[in-house]
């Protein structure tokens, strides 16, 4: 199982490495440029139309549901933990710059995301029993010139979205949830697995029509929620604002790596940032994926261009103004490089040759020891034997680190060494660092990232209230997230059925499955689910390029009739 883990995350490195994300902002840079950058110019129109009392209406053309339920039922599948868990590793890992990456991503990510749903809309069907079906897969199979390779991309595309849907959209959501729940109020994930399951199947249940309802109240207000909790800790620390934004700025275009201050100490460069922050903005937002054309196919309208617009604006809310406050309120918080210990335990020589040690540890309650092989050459050390080596280098520079200022024991621990069986001084690896005592003793200072990150940068203002705000924003943006992500598998599942008749089986088994997400471990599903992904955005992807021509046209018409209506209301 442990050789199977390591081939999947080898996978998924690749296929979410730079090809893939040249290829989803390429893309998205292409169509802005394409379409003469009128998803830009119209995007004043497009925020204005979604918060707009008709959008709330199925007054204008046809389809299940409301323009903007269409909206919130997508973005109820967008806005998920990467909004909270994404942006915080982003940063630790790219840099706070990582943060003007999502936001130049997601700048072209609208353009890929009108352009998707606008065709999945255009392409729809009605099934037998009534209910609109649409998506990418409908759009490649009836747009594209090539029928037989339309189908086969169309086929591949709805194959990946079922396995994602499980995956991504439900057992990492929930896990998420049980997770967060059990470490903030320490409820056993058993209990959580069988609310969520409960909940989820009262609402699957219903369809479309019910998941659209919820949505269209649970994404508004958990949206708002979350921001307005995040602009009283941007106001608490306000003083810090401006030297943050300094730096975000500065870290995202600079070849220089390191900052300091308020963002406390990290090591990044700009080819980092734009890394990660590329490769999260593009996960969080989903713009190309695919996934929110499915739900867009079902949304009321006259004219497709008309909701392509509403549904893009959905990239703009989910990271230009929700992972933005996450970023903000970690930038201004000063918690960004800092540590927390998170192992304590002891070590002993367990050979002769004095190559060998044995590290003893709790974990989970249980004490854990693991033997290690040491190697020691040119100032650095090598653990191999774990799951994985550990390569150690000593902190020079620790007098000049506000995070690892309190790893300093005294000037000559710097030097650190292993001879004569004993460890000694403090150990970097990454932002992590370790330190051995010449008692035999050691501890393990782990730089805060993901949520244990967000929920530090809260607590700078809202104290214990701040781990309780985060724990409640993870639980309902993870939970919208698998009843959005039931929708979109659900369609594709109908699609390679070319049925509605097996889509209840779909719904209890897609509800069922969130009770083993929310208590089994899930790196081997999460891994697996990450791949699915990003092979279902690449057949969505080359549609988009395939049709980028006809999708310029139709905005091209559409401005006509833009320029009708805002006559029309000047004669009014």
């Known amino acids: 199982m442990e050789k199977l883990n390591q081939i999947v995350s080898a996978v998924d490195s690749f296929v979410w490495g730079p090809v893939m994300l040249v290829l989803l902002v390429g893309t998205g840079i292409f169509l802005t440029i394409r379409t003469r950058f009128l998803p830009w110019r119209n995007l004043g129109y497009a925020i204005k139309s979604t918060l707009s009392k008709e959008a709330r209406t199925k007054n204008r053309g046809t389809g299940d549901v ?33 943060l003007v990456w999502m936001w130049i991503s997601a700048l072209f990510g609208i353009t890929s995301k009108f352009s998707e749903c606008m065709l999945a809309i255009k392409y729809r069907e009605v099934n037998a029993k009534g209910e609109i079906s649409g998506g990418p897969m409908y759009t490649m199979k009836k747009a594209l010139k090539h029928k037989r390779f339309g189908s086969v991309l169309g086929w591949l ?15 990492t959501q929930a896990n998420s949830i049980a ?28 369809g479309i029509k019910s998941i659209s309802k919820i949505s269209a109240i649970v994404v508004p207000f958990m949206a708002i929620f979350y921001v307005l909790a995040g602009l009283i800790v941007i106001i608490g620390n306000i003083s810090n604002v401006p030297e943050g934004l300094r730096e975000i700025f500065t870290m995202a275009f600079s070849m220089k790596s390191v900052s300091g201050g308020v963002l406390g100490t990290v090591v990044a460069s700009m080819t ?59 930038a201004s918080s000063g918690v960004i490089g800092k540590t927390s210990t998170t192992t304590e335990g002891s070590y002993v020589i367990t050979s ?45 520079d620790a007098s000049d680190s506000e995070a690892f200022a309190k790893l300093q024991h005294q000037p000559d621990s710097l030097e650190a060494v292993y001879e004569n069986g004993a460890i000694t001084g403090a150990w970097t690896s990454g932002c992590n660092a370790y330190i051995f005592d010449e008692d035999g003793t050691y501890y393990y200072e782990e730089a805060y990232t993901g949520s244990a990150l967000t929920i530090k940068a809260f607590e700078t203002v ?17 939970f919208s997230t698998i009843l959005g992500w039931e929708y979109h598998g659900e369609k594709a599942f109908e699609y390679l059925f070319h049925s509605h008749k097996y889509n209840m089986i779909y719904r209890i088994i897609f509800s069922l499955v969130v009770y083993i997400g929310a208590t089994t471990s899930l790196d081997l599903a999460w891994n697996f ?25 139709d905005m091209q018409e559409f401005q006509k009739v833009l320029a009708e209506e805002k006559a029309a209301k000047k004669r009014a």
Not at 283 to 309: K, L
Not at 357 to 385: C, N, P, R
Not at 462 to 478: C, D, E, H, R, S
Request: hydrophobic share 50%; aromatic share 8%; charged share 10%.
């Open 179 to 206: 997770s967060s729940m059990n470490e903030t109020f320490h409820i056993n994930p058993i209990i959580i697995g069988v609310i969520l399951t409960i909940l989820a199947l009262m609402i699957i249940i219903g």
């Open 66 to 98: 409301s323009p903007f339920s269409a909206l919130t039922t997508a973005l109820a599948a967008t806005i998920g933990t990467g909004n909270i868990v994404g942006v915080a590793t982003a940063m630790v890992s790219g840099g706070p710059g990582a």
């Open 529 to 553: 689910s990450d791949i699915a992904n990003a092979l279902m955005a690449i057949p969505n992807l080359i549609c988009l390029l395939l049709l980028s021509k006809e999708i310029a046209t």
């Open 272 to 330: 980092n940032a734009m890394r990660f922050g590329v490769a999260r903005g593009c996960f969080s937002n989903e713009a190309g994926m695919g996934s929110a054309a499915i739900t867009a196919a079902a949304a009321t309208t006259d004219n497709p261009v008309r909701q392509g617009y509403i549904n893009m604006t959905g990239t703009f809310w989910d990271t230009i103004v929700v992972c933005t406050i996450t970023g903000l309120v970690i």
């Open 352 to 396: 002769e040759a004095e190559d060998t040690l044995a590290l003893t540890h709790e974990e989970k309650g249980k004490m854990v020891t693991i033997e290690y092989t040491v190697t020691y050459q040119d100032g650095t050390l090598t653990l191999s034997g774990g799951a994985e080596d550990i390569v150690l280098t000593p902190y020079a």
């Open 462 to 478: 809202l104290g214990k209230a701040g781990a309780w705000l985060v724990t409640i924003g993870i639980a309902l943006f993870a």
């Open 157 to 171: 595309f709805a194959f990946f979205a079922v396995v994602a849907s499980f995956g991504i959209g439900n057992m």
